[in-house]
């Protein structure tokens, strides 16, 4: 089995299994775009933000712990989600 990724470096490597996209998906499909755009958005460097990791930078919020448990769950293959759930599909 490989080595599970904790939340940090699920984050940095949310490339995998297109946790990216997917988690905004689930994000905006539970929250809203507004609240993405709020929330995660100025955290994010593909949205013109300062980069996604200093999302763990001021004390996190719910909002943040959503979205960071998501990316987890999907980057460690514990939460299947369906290519019509993900973002831009």
């Known amino acids: 089995m490989a080595d599970r990724l904790d939340a940090m470096f699920s984050v940095f490597n949310r490339h995998a299994n297109n946790a990216e996209g997917k988690a905004r998906a689930i994000f905006i499909a539970q929250f809203g775009q507004a609240k993405w755009d709020e929330v995660i958005a100025p955290n994010d460097e593909d949205e013109g933000g300062e980069g996604i990791m200093t999302i763990f930078g001021p004390k996190p919020d719910f909002y943040v ?18 290519v019509r759930q993900e973002a831009g599909a």
Do not use: A, S
């Open 65 to 82: 712990y959503f979205y960071v448990t998501t990316v987890m769950l999907i980057v460690n293959g514990d939460l299947d989600v369906p």
